[in-house]
């Protein structure tokens, strides 16, 4: 409402939202093995604004949000055991300023905005799991997330100026921007560490080793079982506060001009310019050589030939990120009711916050990689008894260290985009459109264990028993993050829409997805890869998110009695899912999909269940030394109907109330977002699950619900 009449305006709102829900989960390898824990989502949210109109022609505008989001067992799908739920908080606060005039006339508005975005949270294992240690099975990970407990803040401090300004056939457009970004806070990564393993222990093995109902009870766990299946453990020391302190600032320019070339064309064009110099180059990292002989005969990659260096570098910056844009909207023969329009343009971004903080936080600290040597007792004490302070003293020597280090060359990514379609009118109140779309994402972050030697024989890694073998003995894992990753899509959008005529509207879309492809997902901390030395071209996949049909129907009505009701009804064809063999030959971290030991020894043939078989993109039968393409198993098709119906009731005047009912997925329709994706050599109970559903709980897969509201 109105602080001083048409001058002085203000909007408060304020939202509380509580929504209990049950997290059940099923790992596929602890077959009989189930748990539901109950969870509650609680969300709050407070927002305000001021506007004041100060003269005729300056307006002042101040709005301020904060909201907070709590969840004490989250769990991201059913197949993860419960010990790998987190406790979650976060919270938000963003004030914005903006300050508009407008100048000469009217045909110039110069823009300037100033505010705060404040962005925190913190994520920690269930309080029965803090410092206990993560084991990496195959096919099983279980235990506390080793990335855990972390509370970290984003501190955004932003200026903008934005200049427009109108003459004859063109409207052009100048402006910059400058971002003080902050990023830090405790993150302890790494601190009670994880245990690696080169292939799965026997179901009855792990069983024993966490039986059940013992889920959140790691004291009744008997990991000593597991004993003789680890490869290796790997643990961070410091004698810091684990604290992470990465400022950011960013900038960017921009001129743009919608130009009126004819009275029936109007280009679009424009260009941008921005800049991130410390997102690969924060201040704090301590400068190291980090030389490997990887034996490989040409280049792979980012891969380098011979002796490469892969230590920490300083000012790896990308200063040459130019962005040029060009659109085009024609009306044909100027009848105003069929128009053609497109574009192309490049944008560029920034790769994940990971990236950044990695190199600062690792380069001080000593990542070591403890290998098994056969001791009875080394999965409960893979240190053998040497703790931080003996290592920072010299006492002893440093073990093989984890390095998350940038490569040199390393470039912000960024996506080139086109498209080319149509809008017809069919009548005055329908029409419908047509739009082919492409883009293609170029140097897209990728991760490699640089610190590994070429075998000519398999293709893969040399192995060294269950473990990789490292040329620089100094170091286990070299983890390099690269840029040069790739994906793309090509798809066809269309939709048909009535606007309300006669108290009723409908419309429907349809994306026809004809490809979406990438070569492994943004990957951090460890080797996404099958075979780390072909994690390119041999990751080359149809993506998770692709989906060949996707398909809205709507509509609404005005009826009598002053009822609304209105329906939406969805149908998607389904996802991809990435698929995976429980073993890990050649001492190899991350995704597996090659059917061999550990040592790379014969395995059994796996039988891909018959039930699966027609949403599965792979042979039926997995034969040792076979590879099982990547994201090859297909998701069940997803439907649901959407009801909303309101009604008014009035009280005179300007009063009245609205009555609210909703119901959610109507006709209870089963849609499922995550699957049991693993196989197994050794585990028919395992491999029998495969491609079965399991419990996701984003809003897109939940049973029917309804709500009622006034």
Do not use: C
């Not at 004819?262 to 800049?275: E, K, P, V």
């Not at 996949?541 to 009701?565: G, H, K």
Request: no cysteine; aromatic share 12%; net charge neutral.
């Amino acid at each position: 409402g109105p602080i001083v009449k048409d001058k002085i305006h203000y909007f408060a709102s304020y939202e509380y939202e509580r929504e209990p829900g049950t997290a059940f989960q099923s790992p596929s390898l602890l077959p009989g093995q189930s748990s539901s824990v109950p969870y509650q989502n609680g969300q709050k949210s407070f927002l305000a604004r001021v506007d004041d109109q100060l003269t005729t022609v300056d307006r002042l505008s101040v709005r301020g949000s904060f909201w907070t989001w709590a969840n004490p067992f989250f769990v991201t799908n059913g197949t993860i055991p419960p010990s790998e739920s987190s406790n979650q908080t976060k919270n938000a606060t963003n004030v914005l300023g903006t300050w508009t005039k407008v100048m000469n006339g009217g045909n110039r508005l110069l823009e300037i905005k100033g505010g705060y975005n404040g962005f925190h949270w913190t994520n920690a294992p269930q309080d029965s799991l803090l410092g206990t240690p993560e084991y990496r099975i195959p096919g099983l990970t279980i235990g506390a997330p080793y990335n855990y407990p972390q509370t970290l803040k984003q501190d955004n401090w932003t200026g903008r100026v934005d200049m427009s300004w109108h003459k004859d056939k063109h409207d052009l457009k100048i402006g910059g921007e400058y971002i003080h970004v902050h990023d830090g806070g405790p993150w302890y990564i790494q601190r009670a560490g994880f245990f690696n393993f080169s292939t799965a222990p026997p179901a009855a093995i792990l069983s024993a080793a966490f039986p059940a109902g013992s889920e959140l009870d790691p004291s009744k766990w008997n990991v000593s079982l597991l004993n003789p299946y680890v490869t290796n453990a790997n643990i961070n020391f410091t004698q810091g506060d684990w604290t992470i302190d990465a400022p950011r600032p960013t900038y960017a320019l921009w001129f743009g001009d919608n130009w009126r070339a004819t009275s029936n064309l109007t280009l679009n064009l424009g260009i941008r310019w921005d800049a991130d110099p410390n997102m690969a180059s924060p201040p704090g990292i301590v400068a190291s050589n980090i030389l490997v002989n990887n034996g490989l005969p040409a280049a792979y990659g980012s891969y380098q030939t011979g002796i490469g260096d892969y230590g920490y570098k300083e000012g790896i910056r990308d200063w040459k990120d130019v962005a040029p844009r060009a659109g085009f909207s024609y009306n044909v023969g100027g009848s105003n009711d069929l128009v053609i329009r497109g574009g192309s343009g490049i944008y560029f971004a920034s790769p994940v916050s990971n990236v950044t903080f990695s190199p600062q936080l690792y380069s001080q600290l000593v990542s070591a990689q403890f290998v098994f040597d056969g001791r009875p007792d080394f999965i409960t004490n893979p240190t053998n008894g040497i703790t931080a302070a003996n290592i920072f003293s010299g006492q002893v020597k440093v073990p093989a260290q984890t390095v998350r280090s940038i490569a040199p060359d390393f470039k912000s990514p960024y996506n080139w985009q086109s498209s080319i379609g149509f809008q017809k009118q069919i009548n005055a109140v329908t029409g419908f459109d047509v739009d082919l779309t492409h883009w293609t994402e170029y140097r897209d972050t990728r991760t490699i264990d640089a610190n590994l030697v070429y075998n000519p024989a398999t293709g893969y890694n040399v192995a060294s028993g269950a473990n990789a073998f490292r040329p620089n003995a100094a170091y286990g894992p070299v983890f390099v993050f690269t840029s040069d990753g790739k994906r793309d899509q090509t798809a066809i959008a269309s939709s048909l829409t009535r606007r309300m005529r006669n108290h009723f509207q409908a419309g429907v879309t349809w994306t026809l997805m004809l490809e979406m492809k990438d070569n492994g997902t943004v990957g951090y901390g460890t080797s996404p890869a099958n075979n780390p030395f072909d994690y390119l071209n041999g990751e080359w996949a149809t993506s998770l998110d692709f989906q060949r049909n996707t398909i809205r129907v709507w509509a609404l009505a005005q009826m009598p009695w002053d009822i609304n009701a209105s329906v939406t009804y969805f149908y998607g064809s389904g996802n991809r899912f990435a698929d995976s063999i429980a073993t890990a030959p050649y001492g190899k971290t991350g995704t597996n999909r090659l059917n061999l030991a550990g040592n790379g020894g014969v395995e059994p043939a796996i039988t891909v269940p018959a039930s699966v078989l027609d949403r599965w993109d792979g042979p039926a039968i997995i034969s040792s030394g076979d590879t099982i393409p990547r994201n090859a198993l297909e998701g069940l098709p997803l439907e649901k109907v959407d009801l909303h119906i309101t009604k008014d009731v009035k009280f005179g005047g300007n009063r009245r109330v609205q009555l609210v009912a909703e119901v959610f997925n109507l006709f209870n329709h089963a849609n499922y977002g995550a699957y049991n994706v693993s196989l197994s050599p050794t585990s028919a109970a395992t491999t029998a699950l495969f491609g079965t559903p399991a419990t996701n709980s984003g809003t897109a897969f939940v049973s029917r619900q309804g709500q009622l509201g006034f």
